[in-house]
């Protein structure tokens, strides 16, 4: 689990969180750093065990199908 997993989109950051009392330092060092941005925090402990949490989960694009 780590805070640095987050997702940067258009006007948004994504972090995850994970009912631990660093969440708020982690929300509150980003919205410093990205002041231009929205920062919310999902909550990620279930996504931590199977897919790796938000950045993880943006990453793969299916290949596109032959004649599709």
């Known amino acids: 689990a780590s805070y640095a ?3 940067v989109g258009n006007g948004v950051c994504i972090v995850p969180t994970f009912n631990d ?3 708020r330092v982690a ?3 980003l919205a410093d750093l990205m002041p231009q941005h929205e920062i919310v925090g999902i909550h990620a402990v279930d996504l ?3 897919l790796g949490t938000l950045h993880c989960l943006s990453q793969q694009q299916p290949a596109a199908r032959s004649g599709a």
Request: charge should be neutral; glycine fraction near 8%.
């Open 27 to 29: 929300l509150n060092i």
């Open 5 to 7: 997993n987050f997702y």
């Open 21 to 23: 009392r660093n969440d």
């Open 48 to 50: 931590v065990w199977g």
